[in-house]
């Protein structure tokens, strides 16, 4: 494994680092999943209905999270590659800023501007566009809302990335070629940063998939997702066979999701 | 879109392109003809790369207007103009196959399914490269990448061709191939070109006829022979091939009294008083002559099939003189005469 004698030392500190707070607690914590020798956690976890909405939710939201960030992030990173150094720059502080930014700090915010009296129902109410506010906290849109939001950034990032290392030239000669701009984004654009669109795409769902403080807080109990689900069984049930159980759910679905785009993030050429 | 009506005749008239203060074309008029190949010859920064993207539709003009086979197309849109260009560096797009990138501006067109096979194939054995239509361009060696860049601009029958300094990564032989084998092609499907190179050989190798150009501007328009021997001033003479350019005024009829010191004879008629420039390409001095220079040899290198040679001549003047290569070369410090008929200089 570590072919250059020299390379290991230097990284031994976050070797070690690593076993101590990475794997030996995920080992222990499969540890407590099939504590007494039994599956009987796992079971509870894939077999009751209540649980399996719980990942269904986990996942669907993950899905739509990862779809709307590509449906807004890949007209932005597009745009920030192909613009003049100037405009760039204001897109990246635009986007960079929020993702140095607290979470928390953010999804107060969110919860600010949606709530019952939030800015947004007041405008909408005010202005006479709806009778009554419209429910955005406390539910699934809220959740979604305050999830592509925090996780934009990483989707714009390596779609900006991917659109920057396609030769300007190659869409041009398109374009001399006969092709209009639609087409030039299906037949060019497309195929030569799909794989910043797969990149951004898994680390958008990944990061969906275990997230927390933002479903926990917007949801506000109505939209449970798995780490949501897991958080209470720690503290709440005290269950933590249970709760180390559906993290196993978890790592292994995400571990699942990265190895299928893994196979998929090498497209082959077309035709 | 309509399929192509094939090559037609291309006229530029009065184009004008600034970027902020910096003139790249200034009010450039050119005429190429249906079928002729014209090289835009010009040292990098000359304004030659930014008259073929007003061309190409890739740079809109602040004025004037870009004519093809008598149609004004000053604003359509590249994908409008039925163009074929050879990008610098290619432009393949690497996602696709040979056939693909071959298929591509014919699938723009509409064009139907058989009818692109058979022109595909046509157009790949057109450049030696039947059989690699299921690489990819990144399989493919420059040159071959070149082919394929060569067989996508001429499938659809464009009205014109541009070639934008097509053969500068490729070595020198290569280089050499290609440029044969562009001018055949060419001339057998009757395709109006424009070529573009700071490459005066490549210039000469190619063209009908050349346009040299300068800052922007258009110096001179000619046959690749009027250009070497007759160039119209000083940047042209100087940009291409060797040369010796002296400046002096006309003394007496045929005389031309240098700036320098000394005067030579020459064969033109312009009026005595004019301010001529004088032109000596250095292949034209020979050991005597009725123009006589005699210096110190202050530089010679053998070059196989000539010498040449750098002679320091009075008034602190430097002259460059190629000869056959015959007997032993003048040692430097040694003293030389070259001379240099008449007919032989060109007066500008």
Not at chain 2, 179 to 186: G, H, I, S, T
Request: aromatic content about 10%; proline content about 5%; glycine content about 10%.
């Amino acid at each position: 494994m570590f072919s250059s004698r020299n390379g290991f030392w230097p990284a031994l500190p976050a070797l070690v680092l690593l076993f101590a707070f990475f794997l030996f607690p995920v080992v222990r914590m499969l540890g407590f999943s099939v504590e007494g020798g039994t599956f009987d956690w796992y079971a509870k976890a894939l077999g009751q209905g209540l649980y399996i909405r719980v990942l269904w939710n986990t996942f669907e939201i993950a899905l739509l999270v990862t779809l709307f960030c590509l449906l807004l992030g890949y007209p932005l990173g597009f745009l920030m590659a192909t613009t003049t150094p100037g405009w760039a720059t204001l897109g990246f502080i635009f986007v960079l800023l929020p993702l140095w930014t607290s979470v928390l700090v953010r999804t107060y915010a969110w919860m600010v501007l949606l709530g019952r009296n939030g800015v947004f129902n007041r405008l909408l109410v005010e202005y006479g566009i709806t009778s009554d506010p419209i429910p955005m906290l406390h539910n699934f849109t809220g959740v979604l809302i305050g999830m592509v939001h925090v996780l934009l950034p990483y989707m714009v990032l390596p779609i900006y990335g991917a659109v920057r290392k396609v030769d300007p030239a190659i869409p041009a000669a398109a374009a001399g070629l006969g092709a209009s701009s639609w087409r030039i984004f299906w037949r060019i654009w497309l195929p030569l940063t799909l794989n910043g669109v797969f990149a951004g795409c898994v680390l958008v769902f990944i990061l969906s998939l275990g997230f927390y403080i933002t479903p926990a807080l917007l949801g506000g109990g109505r939209v449970i997702m798995i780490a949501v689900l897991i958080e209470q069984q720690v503290r709440e049930a005290l269950n933590w066979p249970f709760a180390a159980a559906l993290s196993a759910v978890l790592l292994v679905a995400t571990f699942l999701v990265y190895t299928i785009a893994q196979r998929f993030s090498q497209p082959e050429p077309a035709r | 879109m309509s399929e192509s009506k094939g090559s037609a005749e291309l006229l530029i008239e009065g184009v004008g392109k600034r970027f902020g203060d910096v003139v790249a074309l200034d009010r450039v008029s050119l005429r190429v003809a249906k079928g002729e190949l014209l090289t835009i010859l010009g040292p990098s920064g000359s304004g030659k790369t930014t008259l073929l993207k007003v061309v190409a539709g890739f740079e809109t003009p602040d004025g004037g207007s870009v004519k093809v086979g008598g149609a004004e197309i000053t604003s359509l849109p590249p994908a409008k103009r039925d163009i074929g260009m050879v990008f610098q560096n290619y432009a393949l797009f690497p996602h696709l196959t040979v056939k693909a990138n071959v298929a591509f501006p014919l699938e723009m067109r509409n064009v139907g399914r058989a009818e692109i096979e058979k022109r595909v194939s046509e157009a790949l054995a057109m450049v030696e490269l039947a059989g690699y239509e299921a690489r990819l361009p990144r399989q493919l060696s420059g040159g071959q990448q070149q082919r394929v860049a060569l067989a996508r601009a001429i499938v659809f029958n464009p009205r014109l061709l541009l070639l934008d300094e097509p053969f500068g990564a490729l070595d020198r032989k290569l280089r050499e191939t290609m440029q044969l084998e562009v001018r055949r092609l060419q001339r057998r499907l009757g395709l109006t070109t424009i070529f573009i190179t700071h490459d005066q050989e490549e210039a000469l190798v190619l063209s009908d006829r050349i346009a040299v150009m300068n800052k922007g501007a258009i110096q001179q328009v000619a046959t690749t022979t009027e250009i070497y021997e007759h160039p119209a001033n000083d940047f042209v003479a100087d940009f291409v091939g060797e040369s010796n350019i002296f400046h002096g005024t006309v003394s007496a009829p045929g005389t031309v009294a240098l700036d320098g010191g000394g005067s030579v004879k020459v064969t033109s008629d312009k009026p005595v008083g004019t301010k001529v420039g004088v032109l000596m390409r250095p292949e034209r001095f020979g050991a005597t002559g009725a123009n006589l220079f005699a210096g110190e040899v202050i530089e010679s290198v053998y070059l196989g099939t000539s010498f040449k040679l750098r002679l320091a001549l009075e008034g602190s003047r430097e002259l460059l003189v190629r000869q056959p290569a015959r007997g032993t070369l003048p040692a430097a410090g040694s003293r030389a005469t070259v001379g240099i008929e008449p007919d032989a200089i060109h007066v500008f």
